[in-house]
T-cell receptor, first 115, second 110 residues
Framework: NAGVTQTPKFQVLKTGQSMTLQCAQDMNHEYMSWYRQDPGMGLRLIHYSVGAGITDQGEVPNGYNVSRSTTEDFPLRLLSAAPSQTSVYFC??????????????FGPGTRLTVL | DAKTTQPNSMESNEEEPVHLPCNHSTISGTDYIHWYRQLPSQGPEYVIHGLTSNVNNRMASLAIAEDRKSSTLILHRATLRDAAVYYCILITSGTYKYIFGTGTRLKVLA
């Protein structure tokens, strides 16, 4: 089991550029989510998905799009990057069924800098 | 979404027990209490969770107040590797939202 994998590990963008952060898990988890973590802060939920074809917004969804076409993958798209999106991005997954009683598994993160 | 309040930072000596408090006065009857920790430059990792009763696992113990308005994460013997930010999170049935606060930064002194 590779667990939750994220690519790339580091990325530098210019303002206005677009990119997709990749997240994949091989644990057959229905629930997947994206967080951002700014320096010295806790994690903030961007978007989440409870299964293929189903996504919903978290606390800070503006500027980000997601889709969930397969159980394994949950990409995060930045359509027009802004310096305020400079952050570390974490992807996580867990079993959906009885999710209250299950742990989330986090990826290693992607460090994004927008100039 | 129910909120949690934690001290910004705490210190402990190595090999001593650590009690990390969390207040959640607006908790509802179906909210689960989860604890995660984040080591430097890593993603968060699960520590423990509970609903009403105290819980033990190989990493820690979770003591939940009788009225459920507070809980305490107990590390029985702190090691240098336990230095991390510890997050107390309430998970509400039907919302699927994990709302992290700013957590408690634990410093372990050798």
């Amino acid at each position: 089991n590779a667990g939750v994998t994220q690519t790339p590990k580091f990325q530098v963008l210019k303002t206005g550029q677009s990119m997709t952060l990749q997240c994949a898990q091989d644990m057959n988890h229905e629930y997947m989510s994206w967080y951002r973590q700014d320096p010295g802060m806790g994690l903030r939920l961007i978007h989440y998905s409870v299964g293929a074809g189903i996504t919903d917004q978290g606390e800070v969804p503006n500027g980000y799009n997601v889709s969930r076409s397969t159980t394994e993958d949950f990409p995060l798209r930045l359509l027009s990057a802004a310096p305020s999106q400079t952050s570390v991005y974490f992807c996580a997954s867990s079993y959906n069924r009885d999710y209250l009683n299950n742990e989330q598994f986090f990826g290693p993160g992607t460090r994004l800098t927008v100039l | 979404d129910a909120k949690t309040t934690q001290p910004n930072s705490m210190e402990s000596n190595e090999e001593e027990p650590v009690h990390l408090p969390c207040n959640h006065s607006t908790i509802s009857g179906t909210d689960y209490i989860h604890w995660y920790r984040q080591l430097p430059s890593q993603g968060p990792e699960y520590v423990i969770h509970g609903l009403t009763s105290n819980v033990n696992n190989r990493m820690a113990s979770l003591a939940i107040a009788e009225d459920r308005k507070s809980s305490t994460l107990i590390l029985h013997r702190a090691t240098l590797r336990d230095a991390a930010v510890y997050y107390c999170i309430l998970i509400t049935s039907g919302t699927y939202k994990y709302i992290f606060g700013t957590g408690t930064r634990l410093k372990v002194l050798a």
